[in-house]
């Protein structure tokens, strides 16, 4: 007697289980704002750690004084790029995330927007360095060397500048 009743309400409270599902009620693609932030330093702190490592890889490879007779090796330089264009392409899935907290969202992709574009300065700069030394035109012409010396740890300071607002941004929203 008292089955008939708990399989009705059973049925029923299935039922309204898969109407919501159905309607979307209970799935949604946004993230609470932990779980965003957890993306986004994910990501973030592996983008800039693959930065940082181009960057050392750049300080081993190209010597400190560079001359005509200088012999440099751009095969790891070039392992390094693939890695960091890699890593910053993957990086960049970041920006179809929303979190449940449109101010964290607005605030946390407005500096991402110039995180993504300062590495991709950085890197612009890293594969016009790599020409430079695998085509030999440091050998006919040293005047780069300083040049593309300075703008690259330049731009990578500025990408590290713009990582830490966004962990300064993210720890905004830590509650």
Known sequence: ML??????????LLLASLTVLATGCLSSDKL?????????VEIINTSSAIIKKSTDVYDEQIPNIVTEDSTVDVAPLEIALTEAQAQMTAAE??????SKDESQQAAVQAEFATFLALGET???????MIAYYKGGEY???????ATFDQDLHNQYNDFIASHNKLVDILAEFVR
């Open 139 to 145: 050998k006919k012409n040293l005047d780069k060397v």
């Open 93 to 98: 899935t970041l920006t179809t995330l929303q």
């Open 32 to 40: 609470s704002t932990i779980q965003y932030n957890n993306q986004f």
């Open 3 to 12: 089955l008939r009743p708990l399989r009705s309400f059973s049925a029923t």
């Open 122 to 128: 950085y890197l612009e700069s890293y594969t016009a």
